[in-house]
């Protein structure tokens, strides 16, 4: 997922982490992204090696990462400097939640 300005005026360091489980993550992926573009959220969404079975949804304020949690879930966690460098790179992000579904099918 990515959205928003290409601006890199401040890095991806407020993250959530949410674990990829259930039978209904990709429907709450893509309601996760519905929710984000309706309020014009900027974020980036990578997926680090240490975080196996879980993505991290990446914000450049800290109050963006915390309203996604309060309304979305996911767990606040301290910055991960490889997500930090996946989130500032747009092209080595994982596109949206239709591509993760084509992926995962």
Request: one cysteine or more; hydrophobic letters at 45%.
């Amino acid at each position: 997922m990515i959205a928003g300005d290409e601006t890199p005026t401040r890095p991806w360091r407020h993250q959530v982490l949410l674990v990829a489980e259930g039978d209904d993550f990709l429907c709450r992926l893509e309601e996760m992204d519905s929710w984000l573009e309706r309020w014009k959220i900027m974020y980036r969404v990578v997926s680090v090696k240490r975080d196996e079975g879980a993505i991290r949804i990446c914000f450049r304020e800290a109050s963006l990462a915390h309203a996604f949690h309060e309304h979305l879930g996911g767990k606040l966690v301290p910055p991960d400097p490889c997500a930090v460098a996946l989130a500032a790179d747009p092209l080595a992000g994982s596109g949206n939640p239709l591509a993760l579904r084509a992926a995962e099918a």
